[in-house]
């Protein structure tokens, strides 16, 4: 596969909510969202196979997002992958790899506008040694502690790009 | 007295949260500025409490209880801008 090619993608009616503290599920004129809190930090958690055809050159998660209501102030996003796997991890507990973010994206000037962030992860155990063919976690968690756009961000779809 | 900053920003998360799930467009505005918001109309209420009271004739001044009056302010005002 090449680089800039399409590995996985999600829309929000896709996630897996954590036992604590999800994103919540909403529709915005019919468009299927996940809605992160301004005041609490939310996760949400979507899981697959990596395909065959990801050729081990680091993977770029890109999130589309809209906020509610915010047209100023910045918004913050961390990305963490679990490796499930053949024997690797235990499903009864976690077992996230340390999040890569990106930070302090303005948010568009129209609220309903959706905006696209890419969070990037170099292959081995920066995306916890994913490899094609094993299955997998991400958790997409919007750090509302730091950022400053006011209101719900709403999550609207998560590709993942061979980088 | 005045809300503790736990309390304001209780209201501020609520707030957020209402306008959010409506989808009301509150501008330009980040969650300290609306923070700010919450704290002056907080300070408002708690240099003009006194006022408020006297404001009200009897015999709803000694009636009323001071959750009343509250709702009662409450209620008042949310009519007349048709919030709901």
């Not at chain 1, 999600?10 to 996630?15: E, G, I, M, R, V």
């Not at chain 2, 209780?10 to 409506?22: C, D, H, T």
């Given at each position: 596969?090449?680089?800039g090619?399409?590995?996985?993608q999600?829309?929000?009616?896709?996630?897996e909510?954590?036992?604590?503290?999800?994103?919540?599920f909403?529709?915005?004129?019919?468009?299927?969202?996940?809605d992160?809190?301004?005041?609490?930090?939310?996760?949400?958690?979507f899981?697959?196979?990596?395909?065959?055809?990801?050729?081990?050159?680091?993977?770029t998660?890109?999130?589309?997002?809209?906020?509610?209501?915010?047209?100023?102030?910045?918004i913050?996003?961390?990305?963490?992958?679990?490796?499930?796997?053949?024997?690797?991890?235990?499903?009864d507990?976690d077992g996230?790899?340390?999040?890569?973010?990106?930070?302090?994206?303005?948010v568009?000037g129209?609220?309903?506008?959706?905006?696209?962030?890419?969070?990037?992860?170099?292959d081995?155990?920066?995306?916890?040694?994913?490899?094609?063919?094993?299955?997998?976690?991400?958790?997409?968690?919007?750090?509302?502690?730091?950022?400053?756009a006011?209101?719900?961000?709403?999550?609207?779809?998560?590709?993942i790009?061979?980088? | 007295m005045a809300?503790?900053?736990?309390?304001?920003a209780?209201?501020?998360?609520?707030?957020?949260?209402?306008?959010?799930?409506?989808n009301?467009?509150?501008?330009?505005?980040?969650?300290?500025?609306?923070?700010?918001?919450?704290?002056?109309?907080?300070?408002?209420?708690?240099?003009n409490?006194?006022?408020?009271n006297?404001?009200?004739?009897?015999?709803?001044?000694?009636?009323?209880?001071?959750?009343?009056?509250?709702?009662?302010?409450?209620?008042?005002?949310?009519?007349?801008?048709?919030?709901?």
């Open positions: 596969m090449a680089s090619d399409t590995l996985l999600w829309s929000a009616l896709a996630n909510p954590p036992s604590s503290n999800a994103a919540t909403d529709t915005r004129n019919q468009h299927p969202v996940l992160f809190d301004a005041s609490t930090n939310e996760t949400a958690v899981s697959g196979v990596m395909p065959q055809h990801y050729a081990t050159g680091g993977v998660v890109y999130l589309h997002y809209a906020m509610s209501t915010a047209t100023s102030g910045d913050d996003w961390d990305v963490g992958f679990e490796l499930v796997g053949d024997g690797s991890q235990d499903i507990s996230f790899a340390a999040v890569n973010s990106v930070d302090n994206t303005t568009p129209t609220s309903g506008h959706i905006d696209v962030v890419s969070v990037a992860f170099t081995g155990a920066d995306m916890d040694s994913v490899t094609a063919g094993s299955g997998f976690r991400m958790k997409v968690t919007r750090d509302a502690a730091s950022d400053t006011a209101g719900d961000a709403e999550l609207r779809w998560v590709e790009r061979e980088t | 809300l503790n900053a736990g309390d304001r209780f209201v501020n998360s609520l707030l957020q949260r209402e306008w959010s799930g409506r009301e467009q509150t501008g330009a505005m980040t969650k300290a500025d609306l923070l700010a918001a919450v704290a002056a109309v907080d300070d408002w209420i708690d240099a409490a006194a006022s408020y006297q404001a009200l004739p009897q015999p709803a001044r000694d009636a009323l209880t001071a959750p009343q009056k509250v709702e009662l302010l409450y209620r008042v005002a949310r009519r007349r801008y048709e919030v709901d």
